[in-house]
C-alpha cells in the first residue's frame, strides 16, 4: 500500500501540532505560545485503507528565515519529500499567515490551505468568504477546527483527492529580495479587504487584558506577582499535600520492615532495602505534590497565552543587558526543565547567541531543583520557606543578568537579534491541553525516580556501606566518606564543609533530586522530608540557617544534571565548550556560595 506524504507547515502557534496530535494519537507538547515545536515530528495512521505519513514541522514565518529549527522546515520543502503541503493557516490572523502561503504556493507544489482556529472567527462576529479567497490564491481551502476535531476529515479526502491530480516534482524555493517583500504584503492586504467582513470588529478581550499585563511600566511587576504567587500554591499546598504522602511513606516503609524481619533476611538487605531503596526514591516521591501544583500553574498560564507575554515584558530588559530578546524563551523554559531550553535555543540564527543563552540557562531554577529549596527552606525557615524558595529563582534570574552584562562587556557585538513573537489569543485553559502537559511532566518524574534515582540511591547505599576492610557498620568508614573527606577543604569556606553534603553533591550530578535521597540516606533517616528528624541531625554537626542557604544556592548553581550536559554537547557539537560550561559552572557556584557565606559569618 502506498504511502500518502503530508507536511503540516504553518506560522508559529497555528495549530499544527494540535492537529498533528488529533490524527495521529500522539501526545507532543502543545502550548499557547510560539516555538513550542523545535524539529519536525513524524507519525503514520490509516484512513479509509490508505497509508498516511504525517511530519509536523517546526513554525515559520517565511521561506527567507535562517535559525535553525526554521531551516528545517524550509530545507523539508525544498527536497520535495512531501506529496501535499498543507499549510494551517490561524484563520483569525489571516493577515499575518498569508505571506507565507504566498510563498508555498510559488513553488508550484501541491498545496491546501487549512484554516484553523474557525471557531474564533465565528466567536469573533467575522466571516471568511472561502470561495472568494480560493479564487485569489487558486489553491483548495478547506476551513477546520483542530481543537473542536472539525473539517478533518474533509481536509485528508481534499488531500486524497489532489494527490491523484497533481505533479509531484522536487522544487526549488525562491527567496524573496525586499522589493518583492513589499508587492506581497500590497496583494495580501487586498486579498484581506475583498475576503474578510467585520474584521474591524471591536476591540476585543485581549486587547484590553494586553493593555495592563503589557503595559511598560505595570508589565513587570504584574509577572513577577504571578510568578511569586505561583511559587507560593507550589510550596504552601504542595506542602500540605506532602505531609500525608510523608505518613503513606512511613507507613509502607515499617510495613515492609515487618515482613523483611518475618522471613528472616539479612542485615544488608534490608538495610538496602529500606535504608537505601525506600528512603532514596521513597523520599523523592514525597515531593510530587508540589511538582504536581508548579506545573499545574504553568500549564494554566501557557494555555492562556500568558507565556508569550513573559517573554515580550522581559525582552526590553535583556536587550539592554546584552542578551538577544529572542534568549528569553528558552530562559523560561529552564524554569520547567533545562534539557528542552537548550533545545530552544535553535530559534536564535546567531551561533554565538546560541551559546550565550545555552551558559546563562543552567542558572534558572528547574522543576530538578524544587525538592531541595522544599526541604531546606521548610526546616529552617519555617513559615517564610515559600520566601525562601523564591528567593532561588531571582538569585539565578540576577546572576544571569550580571554575567549577561559581564559578556557584553566582553563582546560588544551579542545581543543584536530582536524578538519577534507572536502574542496569542487569551482564552481558558483548555482541560485536554492542560491535563497531557501535567501528566507529561508527573510521568517524567516517575520515570527518573524509577530508574536515575533508583540506581543513584543503590550506588549511594554501596559507597556508605563499603569500605576498604569491606562491609562496615559505621559510614564514616565507607568509600563515600573517603571521597567527601577529601572535597570538605574545598567545601569548607563556601559553607559545605560536610563529607555528607560533599558526597550529596556528587551524587546530584546524575539528576539534582538526587541531592535530597542521597541526605535521606547519609543521615540514616528514614524519610528526607521529615523535618524534625533530619533537621535534629544536621544541627547536630552545626548546619544552620546559612549553610542550608549555601547549600540552595550551589545546587541552584553548580553543573546541571547528566542529561543536560549531554544536550549541551549535542546542541553544539562542541566537545571543548561542553567542558568549559563544566567548569565555569562549578566555579561560578563555588566563589557565589563562599562569597555570601564568609560575609555573612563575619
Known amino acids: 500500500m502506498k504511502t500518502l506524504n503530508l507536511a503540516f507547515i504553518g506560522n508559529p502557534n497555528c495549530g499544527k501540532t494540535t492537529l498533528f496530535n488529533a490524527y495521529t494519537g500522539a501526545n507532543l507538547k502543545v502550548a499557547n505560545w510560539a516555538g513550542v515545536t523545535i524539529e519536525k515530528k513524524e507519525e503514520y495512521f490509516n484512513y479509509n485503507d490508505i497509508g498516511i505519513k504525517v511530519t509536523d514541522l517546526p513554525g515559520i514565518y517565511s521561506l527567507n528565515s535562517y535559525s535553525i529549527e526554521e531551516k528545517v522546515s524550509r530545507e523539508y520543502i525544498e527536497k520535495g519529500q512531501a506529496d501535499i503541503i498543507i499549510d494551517i493557516i490561524d484563520a483569525s490572523s489571516l493577515e499575518r499567515n498569508l505571506y507565507l502561503a504566498l510563498q508555498l504556493i510559488e513553488t508550484g507544489k501541491p498545496i491546501i490551505l487549512a484554516l484553523n482556529m474557525m471557531d474564533i472567527v465565528k466567536k469573533r462576529g467575522m466571516r471568511i468568504n472561502i470561495k472568494r479567497l480560493e479564487e485569489k490564491l ?10 473542536n476535531r472539525s473539517g478533518l476529515d474533509e481536509l485528508l479526502e481534499t488531500a486524497i483527492e489532489l494527490n491523484q491530480t497533481e505533479n509531484k516534482n522536487n522544487i526549488r524555493v525562491k527567496i524573496d529580495n525586499e522589493e518583492e517583500i513589499t508587492k506581497k504584503y500590497d496583494y495580501i492586504e487586498q486579498i484581506v479587504n475583498e475576503c474578510i467582513e467585520n474584521k474591524k470588529e471591536r476591540e476585543h478581550s485581549t486587547d484590553k487584558i494586553d493593555k495592563i499585563l503589557t503595559h511598560k511600566i505595570l508589565g513587570l511587576p504584574i509577572f513577577i506577582l504571578i510568578m511569586a504567587i505561583v511559587f507560593l ?41 529500606i535504608e537505601g531503596i525506600i528512603s ?18 504553568l500549564a494554566f498560564l501557557e494555555d492562556s497565552g500568558y507565556m508569550a507575554r513573559a517573554s515580550y515584558i522581559m525582552n526590553g530588559i535583556m536587550e539592554k543587558l546584552g542578551l538577544s530578546g529572542k534568549a528569553c524563551i528558552p530562559m523560561i523554559l529552564g524554569f520547567g526543565c533545562s534539557v528542552p531550553a537548550v533545545m530552544s535555543t535553535r530559534t536564535l540564527k546567531s551561533e554565538k547567541d546560541r551559546k550565550k543563552t545555552i551558559m546563562l540557562i543552567p542558572c534558572m531554577s528547574c522543576s530538578a531543583k524544587i525538592p531541595i529549596y522544599v526541604l531546606f527552606s521548610g526546616m529552617f525557615f519555617g513559615k517564610y520557606g515559600a520566601l525562601a524558595s523564591l528567593s532561588m529563582y531571582l538569585i539565578g534570574v540576577l546572576i544571569a543578568i550580571i554575567i549577561g552584562i559581564i ?17 496569542p489569543e487569551y482564552k481558558m485553559p483548555d482541560f485536554t491541553t492542560i491535563r497531557k502537559y501535567v501528566w507529561d511532566k508527573v510521568k517524567d518524574y516517575l520515570e527518573k525516580a524509577g530508574t536515575i534515582i533508583f540506581i543513584a540511591s543503590i550506588i549511594l547505599w554501596g559507597v556508605l556501606n563499603i569500605g576498604p576492610t569491606g562491609f562496615v557498620e559505621y559510614a564514616e568508614e565507607s568509600f563515600g566518606a573517603i571521597i567527601g573527606k577529601i572535597l570538605v577543604p574545598i567545601l569548607k569556606p563556601a559553607g559545605l564543609g560536610y563529607w555528607q553534603i560533599a558526597v550529596a553533591l556528587i551524587s546530584g550530578l546524575a539528576a539534582k533530586e538526587v541531592v535530597v535521597s542521597s541526605i535521606n540516606v547519609l543521615y540514616g533517616i528514614e524519610i528526607a522530608s521529615k523535618s524534625t528528624e533530619l533537621y535534629s541531625a544536621l544541627n547536630t554537626v552545626g548546619f544552620t540557617s546559612l549553610n542550608a542557604i549555601c547549600l540552595m544556592i550551589f545546587c541552584l548553581l553548580y553543573v546541571p544534571c547528566i542529561a543536560t550536559m549531554a544536550t549541551i554537547k549535542n546542541e553544539t557539537k562542541s566537545n571543548r565548550f561542553t567542558i568549559k560550561l563544566i567548569l565555569f559552572q562549578m566555579v561560578l557556584a563555588w566563589v557565589v556560595t563562599t562569597i555570601i557565606y564568609q560575609i555573612f559569618t563575619v
Open 233 to 273: 500554591l507550589t510550596f504552601t499546598i504542595g506542602d500540605f499535600i506532602k505531609g500525608y504522602f510523608e505518613l503513606a511513606l512511613e507507613m509502607f516503609s515499617d510495613k515492609v520492615l515487618y515482613i523483611l524481619q518475618e522471613i528472616g533476611a539479612g542485615k544488608a538487605v534490608t538495610s538496602l532495602i
Open 138 to 147: 487558486k489553491v483548495k481551502i478547506v476551513p477546520i477546527s483542530a481543537k
Open 280 to 297: 532514596g526514591v521513597g523520599g523523592i516521591l514525597t515531593f510530587l505534590p508540589n511538582i504536581f501544583i508548579l506545573f499545574l500553574c
Open 407 to 423: 559578556t557584553q562587556k566582553i563582546d560588544k557585538k551579542s545581543g543584536r537579534e530582536k524578538l519577534i513573537i507572536e502574542l
